[in-house]
């Protein structure tokens, strides 16, 4: 292990007494790792370590730790001497013992967490409940102070670091990226992100790629290629890279110091340049970035059992093992430990030294006290429009077309424009914001885009609040970062393509729901999903642009962080919109329509309905209140209304069937009371579906899905669904439901099979069907688009409602 | 529109015929591909063109498909002039009919489908077909001969390219990489795959980025960063890039030909070099690439309705449209068509002109014929070793403990040493081979790795044929496109983590399921994942790192192209593993662990089990195959574990209850014979699990999935369900089951909640149960570790095989 002697005089940039007390902070921290590895007691050493002190499993990660406590100790320097507003962003997360030793030594852990406090008692405590059951995670968890990301899942540390500069021109965020992470797709795209950062508006990253190279067993491609196309990859990536490159300390303070020092006299001009108008119409600056290549598990074990070690992969988790088998292990330890002097960096009492404190920041200059890092801190409500000054006016269900995301786009406009002062609203998507038809947005504000702008640009500027590039996992990190420091926000995709962020998706439930176990982690805004251009409207791009499956992902994580929204049409629309860009905590998922579609609810009755979540529409019903022969359900837009034009089918050619519509926009009603608390109780449940009536079950995805909700219901064996089968090629709208047997026709036949008084009927309107299905297959392969519709929707017009003609 | 002037002489690289003639090739591209976006009939526009003959619904991407044809116009130069070995891959697939002019243009797609001919007839059922219902879809989709790529979801074309070079010594894959697709991860990732790409045993990868400017409504970033920037990171990327931009034909023709000749030369020199010992241990060569820049929907109309159409987003689908209600445009149209002139392209049948046809290359050696782009034309069956060489053999259920991934891991050695001649056989994964303990495959192979090798590297090699990149992206990618290319492999990853690439297994297993439709489409090796590393072993990670909800993705997928195998032991797993490699068109996901386990079936034994996929243990049941009290059903390793061990309390605490145990390694088996090929009949499924008794569900994921499976079974009001609920920390492994209430006491539990008959016993036991439980508690609380194991299996050892001391 590398040896600690004391600091020689630096001669350059640091005092001697800085150079000591900043490398003193460092040992700290490095020894406050390692005692959370191993120790279960004896946290000083103050008696000979013994096998009884150590920890029976090791875990963790000590690879990356060093490095992560280098760059914290040396960044808190630089907040201290500029009075910086600085969060830490840790990419690699597993380095979770060295985030929590820092925050330890700068008095946030024990603050948050009183029985751990700053003496030999709270040492103790700290090293024993790391990795350890009841204790806390080995990641930089929720619970670590100051992390908005876990790091478990590697890539993202980029893309939330922009996210989290947006808007917030005071604040540098310093990213990490560790060079195993910037492998990964999501990483490798997010370095991008400067082409959307405006230095008159947002804050500033700083990533520093820690290439210590090697992985879990392998080198890094980074830390292994010629220093001139790693040079030359981020001047590509368009940053001005600073080089920090070494393994003795002193001479490693001296440069980190005076490197960080650059780094940040550099974003102070850029900003200070965009925000005086030095460089009104400048390009896009060139940021500066770090690239720190130090050891592996530096300062650890050189070499354990005749194998190399530091600077090597071996060092990645726990560098010595089998303690209990091998005493020169246990000796190598505690001489490991002991090379930190802890005697020089805690006092009597087992606090650190005044001079390590001093090294820190105070109050919310701390990183792990920066109240950016608990957006909850700072959240503010957003100020929504008047949903009724956005409603499709109608007479009655079906006496007029919408564009339900269009008239969304015409309310987020508005949300856009009541929340312009308080910068608090963006809106994230792959290049498919005005495919999605929210384009009203774009008559308030524009695309964010720090390149060159041609003439021929269209919404395009260097102050939009719609941030669109054509990589999911970064706008999914934007959105996160964003919403983590306590903003708001929308991410607007397709469908199909929302699968691209399954994972990033899992990563941000779980952490959602870490925090509700977390008492100091302020609520912080749902992130909200629009997928449009969804399943059935992939008609034209076909088969692998179809896909509704992102709902089942969302249904597998917790019950209190997941929403699934399927508003009917485009009131309905607005009132999910509204309701969920004030809820916290979630995840909403709300999937709609583009194309112009019949509109069913007034703004009244979409208030109601969404309210309560599922509803019988009375309108549409025939069962006049008693018990129906048949309950019709639907949920999603198509199947609503392919159920609705089923519905009027059976009006026409079956009068006295008594027909009960159910409505449903919020999926997590299905569910049973004690599985989510937005489902119904047996009884609600019961009183809308009946316990033995057949329920022909119209719905926007995997027809299993309704399954899984309704399994535990009296009624679920005479639930019969349809849905999206993976039948999908590039053909014509009714045909994509029709190709799934999600059309109306198909519906009809449905009842016929299902409801048993049908006896009569039953063989000519199934003939008829079966002609209509014919008649439309004949049709679309000649004309190659769908028959002209010919409903004429009359509901709620008195008992004359049932339609005149057939159709 | 471009003035297709006659073709001035050029004085350069290309005689004034060759200049002619490939023009006339790509004008011909062109003008089939509008023929398709556009015409129902008129094909060759021998009479005005009306309304009539044009496509009522006007359906796809115009502005890509210029570049596109450019391209493979100059690719066929090469391909003819030095019988290059080439295929095309395309990532903006949405440029789909471009890949079918072309095509079309070499005689392949007549040949594959005869009533296409190359005639007027022929033309206009070409036109017609295109996104027409009951036609062809608008993106590269497996209908077009010599695509291995759909391009549909963007991203993967470069690491599907990397894949089919690897082991293709003689092939050169041309990647066109379009500029919004260069934004996403999983591309921004792939462009590292050059630093394992073996020049003397690959084959070489020719990347084409396509700068033509514009996504769907916004500029793309690599076409608006500044030149010096663009040129640095594909130099930081390790590439030799080559610049052609311009948009004047004759220019561009000059320029492309000469920089196509460029890079071929160069990869012949690098080829060579590698090949002949010149250059044996030198760095990794810097590969050539190609930055084309060139104007989106170049050719097309430069402007509609005053607005700038050619060079910018308007381009990107139909740039004229509203022809019906806009004469004007239906005149532009025409005059558009004419400009390529095709009077001089057909002949009067309608057939391209001789001078075009001999543009193209010969037989296998265009590109829409090569038999790498319908790799089950080339796929050999593997080699594989006997299973019984790689048993684990026990005398009696329990008897030993086995590390099942790294028995996996001995015969995959094998499998890499039989086909190690035949250069077919690759392991892919993000850097966890190891981890998963898979470590015996470096007794014969390496992890292959082009950069800088240290001495105190191990198992990195030139020559490796284990691929670790931490990309699950581009392990995916790479993966794919080796068995589309006829190879075979295996892809071993984290469980939680191959979440990430949830949708490209989507895209996968659409491409087979298409497939399937398409004659000439030879099959595939199935595409392999060893999910190891799973939700139950992620006790030391944490919450992070726990999610089994990929089977779920994986099972809304259609049937005949998924399985999903959870062997419960090593045998099993060889079993599993052995007959995963022998198929063909399917995505086989294996679920297993690998820390020491208790083993359970001989190999024998183990052969039968998984041939039937499910099947009642005798040895451990108790109900001497008379009806039982209740069914212990379990499905995973961790699972099946829990339940022998609840089986065993219950014998000892119970002896008179007839317990019967069904293990699950096939998991489609539980679905109704009518959804998957492998599911029971009802008649099969209720000899297992009874008609009216309770059964007690062990299964490693979400506990919905298997309600979602079987809620059409008889008795599925009885199926009780215990799995992950998305209860999990760092902790110990037992703790993990006790969190999610899979352990054998809560099992025990269930079986005393749903049994009726055990009203004595049941208070006494399920008190027990749960001072059980605190004991667990209060042990790993105070020891952070799990209790000692006590369990003494003593199954199938007769009438005493009952356990005889108490667990």
Redo the contacts between chains.
């Keep these: 292990m590398t040896e600690h002697t004391t600091i020689p005089a630096s001669g350059g940039l640091l005092s001697d007494r800085e150079l000591h007390d900043i490398d003193a902070y460092w040992r700290a921290a490095n020894y406050l790792t390692i005692g959370q590895i191993y120790l ?1 007691d004896n946290p000083l050493l103050r008696e000979p370590l013994r096998l009884k002190h150590v ?3 090791l ?1 963790g990660h000590w690879g990356t730790s060093p490095g992560l406590s280098f760059i914290y100790a040396h960044l808190n320097r630089v907040i201290r001497l500029r009075d910086a507003n600085v969060i830490y962003i840790c990419g690699p997360g ?1 380095g979770g013992p060295a985030m929590v030793a820092n925050t330890y030594l700068e008095g946030t852990y024990s603050e948050l967490n009183p029985d751990i406090a700053m003496d030999e008692q709270g040492m103790r405590k700290l090293f024993r409940q790391f ?9 930089a ?1 929720p619970d670590v102070p100051g992390s908005i990301h ?1 790091g ?4 993202y540390s980029l893309s939330h670091a922009y996210g989290a500069a947006f808007d917030n021109p005071d604040l540098v965020v310093a990213c990490v990226v560790g060079d ?2 910037a ?10 992100s400067n ?1 959307f950062l405006n230095p008159a508006r947002d804050g500033a990253v700083l990533p520093i790629l820690h290439l210590n190279g090697y ?7 980074l830390a ?3 220093e001139e ?10 940053y001005e890279p600073l080089f920090v490159e070494g393994h003795e300390p002193a001479f490693m303070h001296e440069r980190m110091a005076s490197v960080l020092d650059d780094a940040f006299d550099r974003i102070q001009t850029i900003q200070h340049a965009a925000r005086n108008g030095l460089a009104p119409t400048a ?1 896009r600056p060139k940021w500066p970035m770090i690239v720190l290549r130090s050891p592996k598990g530096w300062t650890g074990p050189k070499e354990v059992d005749g194998l ?1 070690t530091e600077g ?1 992969w071996r060092s990645h988790q726990v560098p010595l093992s089998g303690l209990a088998e091998n005493p020169a292990h246990l000796a190598l330890l505690e001489e490991w430990l002991k090379s930190y002097r802890p005697e020089e960096l805690f006092d009597a009492a087992g606090a650190p030294v005044a001079a390590i404190r001093a090294t820190a920041p105070q109050a919310t200059r701390r990183m792990s006290a920066n109240p950016h890092a608990n957006g909850g801190l700072l959240r503010r409500s957003v100020d929504l429009p008047g949903l009724h000054d956005h409603a499709v006016s109608l007479e009655r269900p079906g006496a007029v077309k919408a564009e339900s995301t269009r008239v969304m786009g015409s309310f987020l406009r508005d949300v856009m424009r009541l929340n312009e002062a308080a910068k608090n609203f963006r809106i994230v998507g792959p ?5 999605n038809r929210l384009q009203d947005v774009f008559e308030v504000t524009e ?1 964010g ?1 720090m ?2 702008i ?1 003439p ?3 919404h ?1 500027g260097r102050d939009g609040r719609v941030l ?7 706008c999914q990190g934007w959105l996160e970062g964003y919403l983590l420091t306590g903003r708001h926000g929308l991410f607007s995709c397709y469908e ?2 929302i ?2 962020v ?2 990033m998706f ?2 941000h439930a ?1 952490w959602l ?2 925090c509700r176990e977390i008492p100091w982690r302020r609520p912080i805004s749902s992130l909200n999903y629009l997928l449009s251009s969804h399943v059935w409207h992939q008609e ?6 179809q ?1 509704p ?1 992102f709902i ?2 969302a249904l ?3 019950a209190d962080i997941v929403r699934v929204y399927l508003p009917p049409d485009a009131n309905t629309l607005l009132c999910v919109t509204d309701h969920v860009l004030q809820t916290w905590n979630r995840i909403n998922v709300i999937v709609a329509g583009k194309p112009p579609s019949w509109q069913w609810l007034s703004m009244d009755k979409a208030i109601v309905h969404c309210r309560a979540g599922i509803g019988i529409w009375d309108w549409a019903s025939t069962d006049d209140g008693a018990e129906p022969d048949v309950v019709m359900a639907c949920a999603g837009d198509v199947p609503t209304l392919e159920t609705l034009a089923a519905v009027q089918i059976l009006r026409q050619e079956v009068p006295d069937l008594r027909i009960r519509v159910v409505n449903v926009v919020d999926l997590m009603t299905l569910q049973p009371k004690e599985f989510h608390p937005h489902g119904l109780s047996d009884r609600e449940f019961d009183a809308l579906f009946t316990t033995d009536k057949p329920v022909i079950f119209a719905y926007h995805g ?1 027809p ?2 309704i ?2 909700l309704t ?1 535990r219901r009296t009624n ?1 064996d005479n639930i019969h669904v349809r849905g999206y089968n ?1 039948e999908g ?4 709208p009714f ?1 994509m439901t029709v190709m799934n047997g999600l059309d109306r026709y198909h519906i009809v036949e449905s009842v016929l099979q299902w409801v048993p008084r049908l006896g009569r009927v039953r063989i000519g309107l199934k003939q008829k069907m079966d002609s209509k299905l014919l008649e439309h297959r004949a049709y ?2 000649s ?3 769908d028959m002209p519709e010919i409903l004429d929707w009359k509901w709620g017009q008195g008992p004359d409602a049932a339609p005149k003609r057939p159709v």
């Design positions: 279960l920890k029976p499993r875990l597993h990795s350890f059951p009841g204790g806390i995670p080995s990641h968890a876990e478990g899942e590697l890539g195993g992470e492998e990964t797709g999501p990483l490798a795209a997010a370095w991008h082409k992985k879990i067993a392998n080198p890094t491609i292994r290629i010629p196309e790693l040079r030359a990859l981020f001047t590509g990536y368009g390009p190399k090597f290049d498919e914001t005005a495919s695309r885009w390149e060159k041609l021929e640009d269209v395009l669109e590039i054509l990589s999911e996992h970064t199909a393509f699968h691209i399954d994972s899992n990563q779980k729901d870490a034209h791009n076909g088969f692998s642009h896909d499956g089942d992902v597998n994580k917790k995997y299993w899905t399954h899984r399994y679920h993976e090629t590039t053909t014509t045909d679309i392969r004309h190659g688009q």
